[in-house]
């Protein structure tokens, strides 16, 4: 009996002694909290995931025991680990180690280097896709690749490259893999793309569905390589800084897709944090595939790696990019969110234009009276041009806006269509803020943007396009811990995660980067280079460079 006393008394003074000893102390940095009153503190302490306290670096260090890993910052800035609200990272990720990355290439030559660098370090004869994340104003060049530049590059290799949605140039190898060798041989809806003088181009275009459809036609990646690839993008986004992702599902994405995703959380080597909805698929059949998906699949299971979070982006097919939607389109489409609202479910979903989202408000408002949708976090997704009317009934609903970097590549064509005037307040980010929409800020990668953070961090701070056109005015510039927060706290706030990440807090997860330049000082201009060189995700390093590669345990 005295034993068993004296055998607790020493576990209890063990488990004191640990709890006060943090694993991990930053000291002599710049760490951008984040927290209420956008503290700068120089220091703090992580005890097994979580930060335990923010302070001078004094004052941490002295919480340190024998072996706490002391990590030198000397100087450099922090910011909590940014979080992209509307990231496709479940497709860009099964193919990440088996595509062709165009992104950030300056110039066309250097794009085209890119598929001759892959020529020779992939096997001979497989495929060379670029599956999008890029677009012509990027380029020097300021224009799309030839057939022959392609054939030019990689001549043994079947060379497919999807622009947007709306194109894809194949060279004559990708046409005899596809069976492709007339126009009744493409998808429903696509056609072949002629020059100014009738003369076939080697690209297919048309509708969207063509292009999707001729892209699910290209070989898979095999399940190692999807998983691979899983890991290989979550290092990238790591390297950039980033440690969460919301995934709204999207086309050519089926269940079968999600394994590769499963069997990296299942091993534990998960190193972004990532909370997924799920899509409507079939046209029709969306509520019964919906009802099916999530019969076993409760809204918030899953763990603080990866989580179920809903429904969207698409619900049902009939009111995708649908600008008129019919009372037969409408009633289907409230009878699912309703549906979802009595399951407790959020949702995500996308709409394109104001003038017509009143369609899909009135829905949510309709499904708001009978219950509440305020708790379920809802939100729309893009709507660059929100009016205030909109963003009004958005607030009124508790419905968020996730908010992305689209105009970085579409501005020209937007000011083409609304105008100089529309896009001054393209987007409406400080209208939104001001008015207490709650926004997350993302990419939409990696069909139509790059996920680069920095990228889309840059645009919110200079609204410049990719071809350097400036669309909104000043009255629509977030300060720079604004910005921040959009890809923060923001973000964390559509998965109901505010209050344990996206600030470096007392409590909260160790999620963080070490930036390779201060975010807060550098010019603007600069910002859209940063990385980061040394990535944590519940206290654990999950990406290091120079100076500090020498903390990662290299596997
Ligand atoms: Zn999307």
Known sequence: MRGLVLYGLVLCLANSAWAQTPDTILLNGKIVTLDARSTIAPA???????????????????????????????????????????????????????????????????????????????????????????????????????????????????????????????????????????????????????DANGALTGAVTGA?????????????????????????????????????????????????????????????????????????????????????????????????????????????????????????????????????????????????????????LSIFERVNKEIPIAPLRWSIAHLNDASIESLRRMKALGVGWTMQDAMYFGGEQFVKQAGAEAARRTPPVETARKMGVVVGAGTDAHRVASYNPFTALQWLLDSKTVGGVVMRGPEEIPSRLDALRFYTLGSAWFSFDEDVRGSLEAGKLADLAVLSDDYTTIPVEKIGALESVLTMVGGKIVYAASPFSGLEKTP
């Open 44 to 194: 703090l302490a992580i005890d097994e995931g979580r930060i335990t306290s923010v302070g001078s670096s004094d004052d941490i260090r002295k919480l340190a025991g024998p072996a706490t890993r002391v990590i030198d910052l000397r100087g450099r800035t922090v910011i909590p680990g940014l979080i992209d609200s509307h990231l496709h990272a479940i497709r860009a990720a099964l193919s990440f180690s088996t595509e062709v990355n165009w992104i950030g290439a300056r110039s066309l030559e250097e794009a085209l280097g890119r598929i001759r660098a892959a020529s020779r370090t992939m096997k001979p004869g497989s495929w060379l896709i670029v599956a999008g994340g890029w677009n012509v104003q990027q380029f020097e060049e300021n224009r799309r690749p030839t057939q022959a530049e392609l054939t030019a590059v990689a001549p043994n290799n079947p060379v497919y490259v999807q622009l947007g949605y709306g194109w894809a140039m194949l060279n004559p190898l990708a046409h005899k893999a596809l069976a492709i060798s007339s126009e009744g041989d493409l998808p429903a809806g696509g056609r072949f793309e002629r």
């Open 208 to 360: 969207q569905n063509a292009i999707v459809s001729l892209f699910d036609r290209l070989p898979k990646p095999t399940f190692a390589e999807q998983v691979d690839g899983t890991k290989a993008f979550f290092r990238e986004l790591n390297r950039l800084a980033m440690t969460g992702a919301g995934d709204p599902g999207g086309n050519n994405l089926t269940a079968t897709d999600y394994q590769a995703l499963f069997k990296v959380w299942r091993d534990r080597a998960m190193t972004v944090r990532v909370t997924y909805t799920l899509n409507g698929q079939t046209p029709g059949k969306e509520f019964e595939e919906l009802r099916d998906l999530t019969g076993l699949l409760p809204m918030g299971f899953g763990d603080d790696m990866l989580r179920f979070n809903g429904l969207g982006e698409r619900i049902t097919v009939a009111m995708n990019n649908n600008n008129a939607p019919s009372q037969a389109d409408t009633e289907a489409y409230y009878r699912i969110v309703k549906w979802a609202a009595e399951r407790g479910m959020s949702l995500t979903m996308h709409w394109g234009n104001d003038a017509s989202v009143d369609h899909l």
